[in-house]
């Protein structure tokens, strides 16, 4: 409910300038076009309030409504029933009539589309009627040089109103999708990226060190133990082990290097351009960090990471056997009492 009344509130937000903007110049278009005719004074002041002061009551309905959303689409249908009236009050004026009702239709397949463009026809047809009851059906060919000036401002000003409000909202779509692409990359805990797209750019880094020969080192970081955080001391505190490696990859990593969450308690790392040997040195330092991390609330707490690292070699003929070296040198590191950095001996073993 509360979603929908946002929504409704930013729509009505969106049409206010506009609709000020279109009813000023369109009462100028109305003038030029009524004043050679002899009308009482409370068409004047009609024109008046529908020109100047309507635009500021609509847009009160609309954001005082519980549905605000329905209310701006009603008063949509008002104007189009004030623009068929004064078509029908200015005898037709072909300039005239023509730009005042263009410009109202335009209104409505921007902000509802096909159905709102029917049923502004049938509120305009219903303005129509109403004007020609009160002042009769008349058709006036002229077209004179006061209303080509006077509906000038009505064929410029109001267009730009329109394609400015599309394109603010165009910018905001884009924001939104870029916000979303984001948000469909990343592991909603850490804030570091996911699985499927850390594997992604895996696979394009592993394609770019095969065309330029350049070096990359990936590595595979395990926290010792996890399951056994989460059963002693429950899960907050194991969620909390998880932000705080996040963390400290953020603080330990270059700007270019991407880190991501590859399982449960398992993280990634791609290094662009690090050799083997300073990647150890740099995973050394974040391991020998981490150790130091206590939780206020668990002081005797203790943590450690496995960290595997493989670097790129040329006889990898994919993404996935660079991973496994890697892959291989995290069990190594297990398997010789956890806590440490172990290296990939893919190299050893290829040149034997």
Known sequence: MENRRGKGLSFARRIYKPRIIGLGIGCISVTGALYPLAMPGWVWALLLF??????????????????????????????????????????????????????????????????????GLLAQAAGIGIAGTLFGFTFNPNVSLTQVYTCLPMLTLHPMAIGMVCYQLAIKLSEHKRALSALSRTDSLTGLLNHGSWK???????????????????????????????????????????????????????????????????????????PLEEAAQVMERMRETFCNYRNPQIPELRVSLSIGLADFQPFFTDAAM???????????????GRNRVS???EVIAHSA
Not at 80 to 104: D, E, K, R, Y
Request: aromatic residues 10%; neutral net charge.
């Open 343 to 345: 290296v990939s001996e």
């Open 50 to 119: 529908h020109g100047f002061a309507w635009a500021h009551l609509a847009y009160q309905l609309s954001t005082r409504s519980q549905f605000p959303y329905q209310a701006e689409q009603r008063n949509l249908m008002y104007d189009s029933l004030c623009g068929g009236f004064w078509a029908a009050a200015i005898q037709f004026t072909p300039l005239a009539t023509v730009t005042i009702l263009s410009m109202m239709t335009m209104n409505n397949v921007a902000a509802g589309g096909k159905r709102l463009f029917l049923r």
């Open 322 to 336: 660079w991973l496994n070296a890697a892959d291989r040198a995290l069990y190594a590191a297990k398997d010789t």
């Open 200 to 274: 992604d750019l895996l696979h394009l880094k592993f394609h770019k060190c095969q065309q330029q020969q350049s070096h990359a080192t990936i590595a595979l970081i395990d926290i010792d133990h996890f399951k056994r955080i989460n059963d002693n001391h429950g899960h907050i505190v194991g969620d909390a082990v998880l932000r705080q490696l996040s963390l400290e990859l953020r603080r330990n990593l270059r700007e270019n290097d991407l880190a991501g969450r590859y399982g449960g308690d398992e993280f990634c790392v791609i290094l662009p351009q690090m």
